[in-house]
């Protein structure tokens, strides 16, 4: 290899910090779930997939991550519009708040939303007069998954609304469009992106999502355990291969998303800055 | 003088101020504005409340029982423990990485880029998992470790290590893309006059990162206090010596002492308000210098 | 020659950015060195000051080998294309810097900083940062930083271009006189070609990695010695069949017939001109007002050209016949090229 000189300093210094770094904190951890795996046969990994309470587990946090990311993407968007579009007084506050699910440990918003929604807190004992129950159920599962994707979708929507030039949707008005038509097509297909993105990265943590879901969802095999809740206890029984197992489905489910995402934004800058 | 005032404060306002026609019926502005008004009070205001009322149900006296207490006080203590090395560390990767990345060109940098990001993206459950293979009782290291008496799994090092792991790209995530839109222009004039590379640090590049920096502080911090899964997996829950505030939340709720559950989890609470507030002002600032 | 370069190559991947490039610079000249984007030109000066390393090759700068002298020991100054000025640092700390890495005292550093702000002509201005001043403000303060270790060369990546219209030949001219007047010895790189005759003293005409030509501007003007010299200066034109025009010599086999438009004379046909008889008949297709002159475009023989007409000559119109006579020709044959001149002038001498 040739030795090239660079003329900013530091290159090797900072490469080797970097990848030293990297690999005791992530890659060798991460390895050794892969030597792990090796150890594991196909049907020996299969068998604790298959397990019904294990296919149980998927769709409850399948759905329940989709439902609240779904919810999200519709609460973001609308979030998104009125911060960048309309004045009003708290508007910064608003904003700031967005983030509390980012700074707030999920074990605080656990038990907070549990004691909100269980039969006998505020908004809980205001359904449970007709006969619903939120906590404990998928319904609190669903609740506390909102929660947690709040951001995501509002955060990457913002940059992009905020982008967009007025003058455009003046165009399109003076074309003769209505406003919910103008909406519609042309401010829309510009975000589609961008919610795409962030109801991407809401879905992916959802799925992980341990802290904030384990105390409002009652953890009732086949009903409210989640795949994350699963793992968890295959551990505390020392059962290694069960939870390496189980995370193998999830790590794979959040790369899927991950590179539909990455697929979705590269796309995106292509049909932006044209050429290939 | 008015006139003029308004002059200037009107091309400004242009920008985003939308003009009447595109701004749309004031009955879509109150519903719309209305239903993200009452969506965050709900989802996001309202357990703030809960944690507040909760915790001062049985009066401030027994607040202050349930904040004092030794388990409380010893996990606020580990939790910090966390909390600093994990920002030391990851400052000092976050550094170095986005320096790396950013002002040198080399081969297979989008895949180092992507591996950065690999711990925000695996559950925290799994994050605790692999530390678990990699120092548990079924790994070639177990032995060595045993040796030497050093212990990770179900100890303080393994809470270090996995609140390491899940703030990992927190600080070099917010660095990067401030030093890649600086571009590498003033570090090489600088280098050609003959500046060493820490005056080159110190004088060109710190000035234009330090709000990034102080913002990926902040939410490294926020996120390594409030850590639960991963930290979770490892800790064991040896109540006094393993458990940070999260877990002892966890443990507080578990034995249906949810009063003091509350209390402590208003400590986190008030620590994550703080944060959101220092965050906040920090992007003001960072803001308002990068028009000037 | 006080800057000398020889057989250098450099190549990023398969793409050759220097291919054998070898020049040499007098010292105290302020050279150009002029290209399209791509041509190689931007690399050859980060070469020189030791912001790339040639992949073979010797640069020599006042005698001695500096291929693997630090760029920070060249005793060069450089001038980036966006200046490059350190943002959070005043005008008065982004001049020093250069001095105060060096570890100078501090009574040297303020002497030397305030002589170079009084030279650039920006006094009062020490306390305020690059943002805050215009783009030629900016571009001075690029110039004084680069001067303040007291270079014996001068390098700047397209000075000008970020630099509106009305300033650039303002700061042009600038630039020369202060260069001359330091006498230190000057490298800039543009793809203007204006810019390159208006400043410079020499000319490295560059394309695609190689060096095409190097000159006065005024030789490389007159007498192109390359195809691509002889397109890429003046607004040309090309012939489609340049036998068409008479009093031509033929050449047998070329390439390209090239004429600019001061080579064309266009007349009126009730007009008087000297050369009439061997004019040939075009059509005005298109006359845009230039400020000092029209352009015209031409059809003529099947080819289509550009000519200039004076403001105090009687106008023509879109449409107008009009007789053309070409004075003479570029005629390109492979890397070659040769001048025509029209036969009817040749006895007499032409001042171009």
């Not at chain 3, 030949?169 to 543009?190: A, C, N, P, Y």
Request: a positive charge.
């Amino acid at each position: 290899m040739k030795r090239k000189k660079r003329i900013i300093p530091g290159f090797g210094i900072s490469m080797g910090v970097t990848l030293t770094l990297l690999s005791l904190m992530v890659l060798i951890p991460l390895a050794s779930l892969v030597v792990f795996t090796s150890k594991m046969s196909f049907s020996e990994i299969w068998n604790v997939i298959t397990r019904p309470r294990v296919l149980a587990s998927f769709r409850v946090s399948l759905i329940t991550a989709l439902i609240a990311s779904l919810i999200n993407a519709v609460m973001g968007v609308i979030l998104a519009w009125v911060l960048v579009r309309y004045k009003f007084p708290g508007k910064r506050i608003l904003d700031g708040m967005i983030e509390l699910p980012f700074a707030l440990p999920t074990a605080v918003a656990g038990i907070a939303l549990t004691s909100l929604y269980s039969d006998s807190g505020w908004i809980g004992s205001i359904f449970a007069k007709f006969g619903i129950k939120i906590a404990y159920t998928r319904v609190g599962i669903t609740i506390a998954l909102i929660f947690i994707g709040i951001p995501f979708v509002v955060r990457a929507v913002q940059p992009v609304l905020e982008k967009i030039d007025p003058l455009y949707e003046e165009a399109a008005g003076i074309l003769g469009a209505s406003r919910a038509r103008t909406f519609r097509k042309v401010i829309l297909p510009e975000l589609y992106p961008a919610i795409f993105t962030g109801f991407g990265l809401a879905f992916g943590r959802c799925l992980g999502e341990y802290g904030s879901v384990v105390f409002i969802a009652g953890n009732q095999p086949y009903e409210t355990e989640i795949t994350p809740l699963i793992i968890m206890s295959e551990l505390q029984e020392y059962d290694y291969s069960s939870a390496t197992a189980i995370a193998l489905v999830m790590l794979l489910a959040a790369f899927i998303i991950l590179f539909l995402v990455n697929l979705i934004q590269i796309r995106n800058t292509k049909i932006l800055k044209g050429g290939n | 003088m008015a006139a003029e005032k308004t002059e200037r404060v009107m091309p400004r306002e242009g920008s985003t101020e939308i003009h009447a026609d595109t701004k749309g019926s004031k009955a879509v502005r109150i519903i719309l504005i209305t239903l993200s008004v009452l969506f965050l009070f709900i989802m996001l205001v309202m357990p703030l409340i809960t944690v507040i009322y909760e915790s001062f149900r049985k009066g401030f006296g027994e607040y202050l029982k349930a904040v004092t207490d030794d388990e409380t006080v010893g996990a606020l203590l580990l939790t910090l423990e966390a909390t600093v090395i994990a920002v030391i560390i990851n400052t000092v990767f976050g550094l170095f990485a986005a320096w790396a990345i950013s002002k040198f060109r080399f081969r297979g940098k989008k895949f180092l880029v992507t591996l950065i990001d690999l711990p925000v993206t695996v559950s925290p459950i799994i994050a605790g998992l692999i530390f678990v293979l990699t120092f548990g009782r079924q790994s070639f290291l177990y032995s060595y470790l045993e040796e030497i008496d050093f212990m990770i799994v179900y100890a303080v090092p393994g809470i270090i290590l996995a609140t390491v792991f899940v703030t990992f790209p927190f600080i070099s995530r917010e660095i990067l893309p401030v030093l890649e839109a600086q571009g590498t222009d003033e570090e090489e004039a600088a280098a050609l006059m003959g500046a060493r590379s820490f005056t080159i640090f110190r004088k060109i590049t710190l000035p234009h990162i330090k709000w990034a920096l102080i913002y990926g502080i902040v939410l490294c911090a926020a996120r390594a206090m409030g850590e639960f899964g991963a930290v979770s997996v490892l800790s064991g829950h040896l109540r006094g010596q393993t458990v940070t505030l999260p877990l002892q939340v966890e443990i507080l709720f578990g034995d249906n002492k949810y009063m003091p559950a509350f209390a402590v989890s208003s400590i986190l609470m008030i620590m994550a308000v703080v944060i959101l507030i220092v965050r906040s002002i920090v992007e003001f600032i960072g803001r308002r210098k990068g028009e000037e | 020659m006080y800057i000398e370069l020889k057989n250098i190559n450099k190549s990023y991947g398969s793409f050759k950015a220097s291919d054998n490039v070898g020049f040499g610079i007098e010292k105290g000249k302020l050279v150009a060195l002029l290209g399209p984007s791509g041509s190689g030109k931007t690399t050859i000066l980060r070469m020189i000051a030791g912001l790339e390393r040639p992949d073979s090759g010797e640069i020599i700068i006042d005698g001695k080998v500096v291929n693997n002298v630090p760029a920070s020991e060249r005793g060069i100054g450089f001038v980036f294309q966006s200046y490059a000025l350190f943002r959070y640092m005043t005008v008065y700390d982004n001049i020093a810097f250069g001095l105060t890495v060096r570890k100078q005292n501090k009574k040297e550093i303020k002497e030397r900083v305030t002589e170079l702000i009084k030279l650039i002509g920006l006094e009062g201005f020490e306390k305020r940062y690059p943002s805050q001043l215009s783009g030629g403000q900016r571009q001075r303060v690029a110039f004084a930083r680069a001067l303040a270790p007291n270079p014996q060369v001068l390098l700047l990546d397209e000075p000008f271009a970020a630099i509106d219209a009305k300033v650039r030949s303002e700061l042009r001219k600038w630039l020369r006189d202060m260069i001359h007047q330091l006498g230190v010895t000057g490298i800039f790189v543009t793809h203007d070609q204006d810019e390159a005759i208006e400043v410079s003293d020499e000319i490295i005409v560059t394309n695609q990695g190689r060096i095409e030509q190097t000159g006065t501007p005024a030789e490389i003007y007159i007498n192109p010695t390359t195809a691509f010299t002889s397109s890429f200066f003046g607004a040309t034109s090309e012939l489609t069949d340049y036998k068409a025009f008479e009093n031509f010599d033929d050449i047998g086999e070329y390439d390209k017939a090239i004429i600019r438009p001061e080579f064309v004379k266009i007349t009126k046909k009730n007009e008087q001109q000297k050369y009439k008889r061997s004019a040939v008949e075009g059509t005005v297709t298109d006359l845009q007002f230039r400020g000092n002159s029209f352009e015209l475009t031409v059809d003529c023989n099947n080819s289509r050209f550009s000519a200039r007409r004076g403001l105090d000559e009687p106008a023509v119109e879109i449409g107008e016949k009009v007789d053309v006579f070409i004075f003479r020709i570029f005629i390109t044959q492979g890397n070659t090229v040769t001048l025509l001149k029209n036969n009817a002038v040749r006895e007499e001498t032409v001042v171009i």
